[in-house]
C-alpha cells in the first residue's frame, strides 16, 4: 500500500491533536503554523515541519485546515496563492455558513476544492471512533478522502454539496451549546449566592440537562407543523415562571441579564396574543428579525 500522507496547517489544541491522530495512524505529516513553536512536539513524533505556506501546500494534494476562523485562513492561504492548483482544502476553522461559501469560490478560482467541515466535539475528542464531523462540498471528493476525514473523527457526516451546509450544523449545535451552558453558568451563580457549590447541584443539573431531549423531540413534530396549542403549557405559565427566576436572581443579587433577556421574550410573546398557545410559540417569533 502507498505511504498515506497529509498536510495540517493551524496547530491550536484541535489541529495538534488533528495531526498527532494522523501521526498515530502511521500517515506522513507535513505541518505548517504561524508561530512555528507550536510544531515542535509533532516534529518529536515524526511530522515534517514546512519551512513556509508554500511548502506546505506542495506536500500534499490533501490539506487540513485548523485556524481560528476564516479570516486567519485568508492570511495564511493568501501568502502562496498560487500553490492552491489541485488542492483539497478540509477547512475545519469555524465561521459563518456565509464565509464557508465564499471562501469555497475563493479556492475554486484557484483551482483548489474546498470541504467545509465541522467538528463537534474538543480537542480530546479528536481521533475516537464516536466522534463526528459535519462536511459539506462535492461529494465525490469527499468520499474519495473519507479514510482520511475519518481519522480526524470516526464518523464523517457529509451534509450536502452546499459549502455552508457543514457551517450551519455547526453553528446549531454552537447555537445550543453556548445558551445551555450560560445556563449552567447561571445556576452556578445562583447557587454560590445560596452557599452552594457547583459539586453541590451538579446531579440536579445533569437531571435538569438529561430531560431536555424529551422535549426536543416532543416539540419536534409540532414546531413543524406550526402547532403550538396550550394543551401541556401555555405561555401564560411559563411567563409567570420565567418571572419568579429573575425575581429569585434579583433577590440573591447576582447578575439579572440572561434570566431578564429571557423574561423579555417571553413578554413580547404576551404582547403578540400568544398567552393561551404553548410557549413553543416564541418560535414563531425567533423566525423574524425582532422591530
Ligand atoms: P485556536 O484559535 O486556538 O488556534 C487556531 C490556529 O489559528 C493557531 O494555530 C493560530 O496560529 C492560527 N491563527 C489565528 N489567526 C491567524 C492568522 N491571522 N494567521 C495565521 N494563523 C492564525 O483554535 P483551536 O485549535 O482551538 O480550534 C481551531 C478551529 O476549530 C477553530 O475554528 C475553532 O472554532 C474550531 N473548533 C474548536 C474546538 C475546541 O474545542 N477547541 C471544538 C470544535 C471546533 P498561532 O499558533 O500562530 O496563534
Given at each position: ?6 498536510t495540517v496547517i493551524g ?19 507535513t505541518v505548517w503554523n504561524r ?15 514546512a519551512a513556509d505556506v508554500r511548502g506546505a501546500l506542495d506536500a500534499n494534494e490533501?490539506v487540513?485546515l485548523?485556524l481560528?476562523?476564516?479570516?486567519a485562513v485568508y492570511a495564511t492561504l493568501g501568502a502562496a496563492e498560487s500553490a492552491l492548483s489541485g488542492r483539497?482544502l ?16 475563493w479556492a475554486?478560482e484557484r483551482g483548489a ?179
Amino acid at each position: 500500500t502507498p505511504r498515506r500522507s497529509v498536510t495540517v496547517i493551524g496547530l491550536g489544541p484541535m489541529g495538534q491533536a488533528m495531526a498527532g491522530s494522523f501521526l498515530d495512524r502511521g500517515y506522513d505529516v507535513t505541518v505548517w503554523n504561524r508561530t512555528a513553536s507550536r510544531a515542535d512536539a509533532l516534529v518529536a513524533r515524526g511530522a515534517t515541519l514546512a519551512a513556509d505556506v508554500r511548502g506546505a501546500l506542495d506536500a500534499n494534494e490533501l490539506v487540513i485546515l485548523s485556524l481560528t476562523d476564516y479570516g486567519a485562513v485568508y492570511a495564511t492561504l493568501g501568502a502562496a496563492e498560487s500553490a492552491l492548483s489541485g488542492r483539497v482544502l478540509v477547512n475545519l476553522s469555524s465561521d459563518t455558513p456565509e464565509k464557508a461559501r465564499a471562501a469555497a469560490r475563493w479556492a475554486a478560482e484557484r483551482g483548489a476544492v474546498q470541504l467545509t467541515g465541522g467538528v463537534t466535539v474538543p480537542p480530546s475528542g479528536i481521533g475516537r471512533a464516536e466522534s463526528s464531523t459535519f462536511y459539506s462540498g462535492p461529494l465525490h471528493v469527499f468520499e474519495e478522502h473519507r479514510p482520511a476525514l475519518e481519522v480526524i473523527t470516526g464518523r464523517a457526516d457529509h451534509r450536502g454539496e452546499d459549502p455552508g451546509l457543514a457551517a450551519l450544523m455547526y453553528q446549531i449545535g454552537m447555537t445550543m451549546f453556548w445558551t445551555s451552558m450560560l445556563s449552567y453558568w447561571q445556576a452556578v451563580a445562583l447557587a454560590d449566592a445560596n452557599g452552594l457549590k457547583a459539586a453541590d447541584i451538579l446531579p440536579h443539573a445533569v437531571e435538569t440537562a438529561n430531560s431536555l431531549p424529551g422535549f426536543l423531540a416532543f416539540y419536534a413534530e409540532r414546531l413543524d407543523g406550526a402547532r403550538h396549542d396550550g394543551d401541556v403549557d401555555r405561555l401564560a405559565m411559563g411567563t409567570a415562571s420565567v418571572e419568579h427566576v429573575l425575581h429569585t436572581h434579583g433577590d440573591a443579587g447576582v447578575d439579572t441579564t440572561l434570566p431578564a433577556a429571557v423574561v423579555e421574550l417571553f413578554r413580547r410573546g404576551m404582547d403578540a396574543g400568544h398567552a393561551a398557545d404553548s410557549f413553543s410559540s416564541l418560535v414563531e417569533l425567533m423566525k423574524k428579525a425582532a422591530a
